[in-house]
């Protein structure tokens, strides 16, 4: 059964920082994984899609890599900025390749 | 293209109500997926729909719930007779096809609360 970790749950930084979070997920055999963001009382926004075939994925200040042997992903956010502020979530397909699975997420906080 | 549109957004039913959900996922898109978010948990997949037929419903709980995404109109999510645990923010994801390295597209989801 696929399970996803997120580590740390909550995060804390001054603003200008660069700064990684970490998920793992339990079976390697994936087919892709999406990074999401969420802000409070709000729904998902899709920030990267690795998939399987690919390491990494870069969109602006956001670089996601993808480690399918070890099972991990990072999500790596450069100069964060108070706007920044939500929680992250990872998911991976499972093994039919339909359902997302989800990490419980790591809730970033940036202070100016 | 609007996005993913679910309403309504919020929604209060008193225990043993009816809640009905709808989804109308994207333009050009056929594939339907809820998902629900308890609070303080992560989200967690309940069933995958397409056009008229139910595809995944590994993840629905085996009573009261019930899903449909007929030919026209939206996906529709039922719970019947609710329960306080069933308070919980539901979300609808549409993708194009089944490809699994398409991505999931998420609407802005529906806040129920059972009071």
């Not at chain 1, 696929?2 to 990684?20: D, F, R, Y």
């Not at chain 2, 109500?17 to 997926?33: D, F, N, T």
């Not at chain 2, 609710?82 to 919980?88: C, M, Y």
Request: hydrophobic share 35%.
């Amino acid at each position: 059964k696929q399970e996803v970790t997120q580590i740390p749950a909550a995060l804390s930084v001054p603003e200008g920082e660069n700064l990684v979070l970490n998920c793992s997920f339990t079976d390697s055999a994936i087919y892709n994984l999406q990074w999401f963001r969420q802000d409070p009382g709000k729904g998902l926004t899709s920030l990267l899609l690795i998939q399987s075939s690919q390491r990494e994925q870069t969109s602006g200040r956001l670089n996601a890599s993808l480690d399918k042997s070890s099972g991990r992903s990072t999500l790596y956010i450069a100069a964060s900025q108070p706007g920044d502020s939500a929680t992250y979530l990872c998911a991976v397909n499972n093994q039919a390749g339909t359902a997302l699975i989800f990490g419980k997420g790591t809730t970033l906080s940036v202070s100016s | 293209n609007a996005g993913v549109m679910q309403n309504p957004r919020h929604l209060v039913r008193r225990r043993g109500q009816e809640a009905r959900l709808r989804c109308s996922p994207m333009k050009g898109h056929s594939h339907v997926y809820w998902y629900r978010q308890l609070p303080e948990e992560g989200l967690k997949f309940m069933v995958y729909l397409q056009k008229e037929n139910i595809i995944d419903e590994s993840g629905m709980p085996k009573e009261r719930f019930s899903a449909e995404f007929p030919k026209e109109g939206p996906s529709i999510l039922r719970i019947q007779q609710v329960v306080r645990g069933d308070s919980a923010a539901y979300f609808c994801a549409s993708s194009p096809s089944e490809d699994s390295v398409v991505e999931q597209y998420f609407g802005p989801g529906t806040r129920l609360t059972v009071t």
